[in-house]
């Protein structure tokens, strides 16, 4: 599985749009990012996938660029709620059974 | 509602005394995972099962054990826990192995003293 990269933690306001950016520079050619975000004491929920290019949901966008050594993840217009850990995840295709290597995260925290 | 259930959320034990955490999922999904994470660690995979009867380890499967007899429960069983196996607990599932995203359940805290 790919090894990625994040910022240990980042500060934002309410009312702004963050993005968290994740380096994945052995991405191999059937991998696939996603991103999941945890609160304290529950356990981690997805939050958006994608291969390449850009994908929107009603929660955030994720951005990969073409040489997909990297992606961004986009919440927009965040809020107090959103403070949370950011984990973003590089593997196998969708069902592939190990998919899921969890490094340490992106703490968010949003500041009013 | 759509839920991974974990049962206990807490526990205080002593070592060599075999508990069991029980997970139940009422999505019919195929796929399940046990995970622990640990400050520092991320989350770590421990077993995993992609039907009935069908497990394999994940990354750090010693002093576990875990069975699939029907598609809805998969128990982690510690038989003789030890200290080391403090952690907080999640279990997870997929529809089926083509699935996106994992739902995870709410988390058992065991503490082994």
């Known amino acids: 599985l790919a090894k990625t990269t994040q910022p240990i933690s980042m500060d934002s306001y309410e009312g702004q749009e963050v993005n968290i950016t994740c380096s994945h520079n052995n991405i191999a050619t059937n991998d696939y990012i996603t991103w999941y975000q945890q609160f304290p004491s529950q356990g981690p929920r997805f939050i958006i996938q994608?291969?390449?290019t850009k994908v929107t949901n009603e929660v955030a966008s994720l951005f990969i660029p073409a040489d997909r050594k990297s992606s961004t993840l986009s919440l927009p217009r965040v809020s107090l709620s959103d403070t949370a850990v950011y984990y973003c995840?590089?593997?196998?295709?969708?069902?592939?059974?190990?998919?899921?290597?969890f490094g340490s995260g992106t703490q968010l925290t949003v500041l009013p | 509602e759509a839920q991974v259930t974990q049962n206990p959320r807490y526990l205080i034990t002593v070592t060599g005394k075999k508990l069991t955490v029980t997970c139940s999922q009422n999505?019919?999904?195929?796929?399940m995972s046990w995970y622990r994470q640990d400050p520092g660690l991320g989350l770590r995979q421990i077993y995993y099962?992609?039907?009935?009867?069908?497990?394999d380890k994940g990354d750090v499967p010693e002093g576990y054990k875990v069975s699939r007899k029907e598609k809805r429960n998969f128990p982690l069983i510690l038989e003789s826990p030890s200290p080391n196996q403090t952690s907080l607990y999640f279990c997870?599932?997929?529809?089926?192995?083509?699935?996106?995203?994992?739902?995870f359940g709410s988390g058992t805290r065991l503490t082994i003293v």
């Open positions: 994608g291969y390449k």
């Open positions: 999505m019919n999904h195929e796929y």
């Open positions: 099962s992609m039907n009935v009867e069908v497990t």
């Open positions: 997870a599932s997929l529809p089926n192995r083509n699935s996106y995203g994992y739902t």
């Open positions: 995840l590089v593997g196998d295709p969708p069902g592939s059974a190990r998919q899921l290597t």
